[in-house]
C-alpha cells in the first residue's frame, strides 16, 4: 500500500503570494488531517476533512484553507503569505476509527521571503 | 483542554543501551489515545506505538515499548538496545474523543544516540 504523499517537498515563495499544497492519502483513508510545524510553535493541528467535509478546525487565521476531494485526496491553501508561514507542513490520514493512528506524509517545506 | 508535556529537549544514550523518553499528559475526556512517532531529519513523522486508555496491558512493538502509568497520567516510551538509527526527534501526541481526531502533540525529545 503506498503511504501518504505530499507534493511538493519544497516551496519557496515570497509575501503576499498564496500557495497551494497537495495531498493524497492511503488508499481507503477517507480523513486527512494537516498539521503545521514550526520551531517556535512546534506541531500545530490546522484541519481535518472526512468525506469532503470539514470536520474539525485549529485555531489559524482565515488565510488559511483547505479542501477534499471526492477521491480524498486533499489540499491546502494559504493566501496572502507571510513570513511566519514559513514551516513544514504535515499531510495526515487515517481510517474511520476515532484514536486510530495517524499516517503521515514526508511534508511540504515552505519558505516565505 | 489537552495537553502533552516533553520534559527532555535532548538525550544522548550509548549505543545498544535502553532508554526512557518521558511524556505526561492532561486531559479530563476517559476516552483518549496516546501516541509516540519519531522524525528523523527527513521530515516524516513515523508512527511508533499507541496505547488506549482502557487498555489494560502496556503496549509494545518491537523494541518499542509505553510505560503507561494511568494515575500519574505519563506514558514514557522504553526504546531497548539502541541504534544509531533511533537518533531523532521524538515525539508524544494524544487524541481525544471530544477533540475527534485532532493530535495534540508534545514539544519534542531529541535522541542522540553514541557509538
Known amino acids: 500500500k503506498a503511504g501518504v504523499t505530499q507534493t511538493p517537498r519544497y516551496l519557496i515563495k515570497t509575501r503576499g503570494q498564496q500557495v497551494t499544497l497537495s495531498c493524497s492519502p492511503i488508499s481507503g483513508h477517507r480523513s486527512v488531517s494537516w498539521y503545521q510545524q514550526t520551531p517556535g510553535q512546534g506541531l500545530q493541528f490546522l484541519f481535518e476533512?472526512?468525506?469532503?467535509?470539514?470536520?474539525n478546525k485549529g485555531n489559524f487565521p482565515g488565510r488559511f484553507s483547505g479542501r477534499q476531494f471526492s477521491n480524498s485526496r486533499s489540499e491546502m491553501n494559504v493566501s496572502t503569505l507571510e513570513l511566519g508561514d514559513s514551516a513544514l507542513y504535515l499531510c495526515?490520514?487515517?481510517?474511520?476509527?476515532?484514536?486510530?493512528?495517524?499516517?503521515f506524509g514526508s511534508g511540504t517545506q515552505l519558505s516565505v521571503l | 483542554a489537552q495537553k502533552i508535556t516533553q520534559t527532555q529537549p535532548g538525550m544522548f544514550v550509548q549505543e545498544k543501551e535502553a532508554v526512557t523518553l518521558d511524556c505526561t499528559y492532561d486531559?479530563?475526556?476517559?476516552?483518549?489515545?496516546l501516541f509516540w512517532y519519531k522524525q528523523p531529519s527527513s521530515g516524516e513523522m513515523i508512527f511508533l506505538i499507541y496505547?488506549?486508555?482502557?487498555?489494560?496491558q502496556n503496549a509494545t512493538e518491537g523494541r518499542y515499548s509505553l510505560n503507561f502509568q494511568k494515575a500519574r497520567k505519563s506514558a514514557n516510551l522504553v526504546i531497548s538496545a539502541s541504534q544509531l538509527g533511533d537518533s531523532a526527534m521524538y515525539f508524544c501526541a494524544m487524541s481525544t474523543n471530544n477533540a475527534g481526531n485532532m493530535l495534540t502533540f508534545g514539544g519534542g525529545t531529541r535522541l542522540m544516540v553514541k557509538p
Open positions: 486531559t479530563s475526556d476517559p476516552s483518549y489515545g
Open positions: 476533512y472526512f468525506s469532503e467535509t470539514q470536520r
Open positions: 495526515a490520514s487515517r481510517g474511520q476509527i476515532t484514536n486510530e493512528k495517524l499516517f
Open positions: 496505547q488506549g486508555s482502557y487498555d489494560q
